[in-house]
């Protein structure tokens, strides 16, 4: 809907809903949720937080529908590698035994059948929506590793029962390179990954139970 559009709704009394969406304001706060014009004019904003109200002349930017949607990991993968170690291994000189993509674009150990014994390597795509501080918060069993643009953020490796890391990065807007390392040694395994920043508050990048996917079984000459 263009601003005359708009403008005319409001004026003849009426309130146009936008969906989802993310607003940065002049005085630099960010607000996440479902939008509405209404009459003022002032954008209503509802989230986890409550609702906002926003003069549009406090209003820096906007990002509405598609474009919103995109905060987050997308293009989501994994690499599945048999094997037993004490700490995260070289991958470089490990052969994968299947992989495939996360068409939920959340981290998740359910790709494989294994219950010990393993490790996976997820490569993304991470979405940032406006230039911050953004925090995350990992937790594993056994060992893991974060690094966005090659740099690390959190190394929670070595063998251990459940243990939750903390660490932030500075980010632009637009896309980063992800890659969260992980292994099992035996018994349970465990993983959950957390990220909040500017109009985000904290939510999940991983999920428990079995999500859909595709996987594609890696052929071994050697034993197939």
Aim: proline fraction near 5%; glycine fraction near 12%; charged fraction near 20%.
């Amino acid at each position: 809907m263009n601003r005359f559009a708009a403008m005319l709704l409001l004026w003849l009394g009426g309130v146009v809903a936008t969906g989802a969406g993310i607003v940065f304001t002049k005085d630099g706060k960010t607000w996440a949720g479902r939008i509405e014009l209404r009459t003022g004019p002032a954008l209503f904003i509802t989230g986890t937080s409550g609702t906002h109200q926003v003069p549009l002349t406090n209003v820096r930017r906007a990002v509405f529908g598609e474009d919103a949607g995109r905060v987050g990991l997308r293009d989501l993968g994994y690499q599945l590698y048999r094997g037993t170690w004490l700490q995260l291994p070289d991958f470089a000189v490990l052969k994968p035994a299947s992989s495939g993509p996360l068409v939920d674009n959340l981290v998740t150990l359910y790709p494989n059948d294994a219950t010990a014994g393993y490790a996976m390597v997820f490569k993304s795509e991470l979405h940032v929506p406006v230039k911050g501080v953004y925090q995350f918060f990992m937790g594993s069993d056994d060992g893991t590793r974060l690094s966005l643009d090659g740099k690390p953020v959190i190394d929670n490796d070595g063998r251990h029962g459940f243990r939750e890391r903390q660490g932030q990065m500075e980010l632009s807007a637009g896309k980063h390179d992800f890659k969260l390392e992980y292994f099992n040694h035996s018994a349970a395994a465990l993983l959950r990954l957390d990220w909040s920043g500017p109009g985000i508050p904290r939510r999940a990048l991983s999920r428990e139970g079995k999500p859909a996917l595709t996987t594609t079984k890696i052929m071994n000459p050697a034993t197939e």
